[in-house]
């Protein structure tokens, strides 16, 4: 298995631009996660979800970003409009059932 | 909701010295709790984890323990390594309602002195 795969790996956009981060699980896996890491707020939750299905998404920060997860092998994670402080890493991660999460290798994202 | 607290935040050991690394929760209903280590500019790796009917597990040179009555756990790595040198979180999940979300620490960054 080619585990978590995300695109784009390095993004640099600038304010007010439209960014969508794309994730692909683990095959098999039936939870989805995204995570954002700053150096300030460490790893942060977004948003989750289980069987395609969005179960918590109280840590998205605002209404600026938005994700959907159309089938069992495809997530994105949309910023419209970005602003300079979304600027993070972001992380997808998989997992199945209750068991531990495997991460994707990120995207690094810059707003300028 | 969940807490976890980690510490100490840095941690700096000769090699072949052992590392300790404690976290405490707050959810008594919490039963599972991963660590995850992440090297610079990598994506955090999945190390162990231990489910609270447990109370110790150990793969080679790392163990964790888990005392549910107090709500701590930790993670133990022997004979320590340069490579060992990351940072390390500690995350507390439960399975409460159906949720299977993880809650981090803030993460201890290790360094491994030659």
């Known amino acids: 298995d080619a585990g978590v795969i995300q695109s784009p790996r390095h993004e640099v956009t600038e304010m007010g631009q439209e960014v969508t981060l794309r994730c692909k699980p683990i095959s098999g896996h039936d939870y989805l996660f995204w995570y954002r890491q700053t150096m300030m707020r460490g790893l942060e939750l977004l948003i989750y979800f289980n069987n395609n299905v969005p179960i918590d998404d109280s840590g998205m920060p605002e209404d600026r970003f938005s994700a959907k997860m159309p089938n069992a092998s495809f997530s994105t994670l949309k910023i419209q409009p970005s602003e300079p402080r979304d600027s993070a890493v972001y992380f997808c991660a998989s997992s199945l059932e209750g068991n531990g999460q495997y991460f994707g290798p990120g995207t690094r994202l810059t707003v300028t | 909701g969940e807490n976890v607290e980690q510490h100490p935040s840095t941690l700096s050991v000769q090699e072949g010295d052992s590392a300790v690394i404690k976290c405490t929760y707050s959810?008594?209903?919490?039963?599972?709790f991963p660590w995850y280590k992440q090297e610079l500019g990598k994506r955090p790796q999945l190390i162990i984890d231990i489910r609270s009917n447990v109370g110790e597990k150990k793969d080679q040179r790392i163990a964790v323990t888990l005392n549910k009555t107090a709500k701590h756990f930790s993670l133990h790595i022997t004979e320590t390594q340069p490579e060992d040198s990351a940072v390390y979180f500690c995350a507390a999940s439960t399975a409460r309602t159906g949720r299977r979300a993880l809650t981090f620490g803030s993460g201890t960054r290790l360094q491994v002195q030659p």
């Open positions: 959810d008594s209903a919490s039963n599972y």
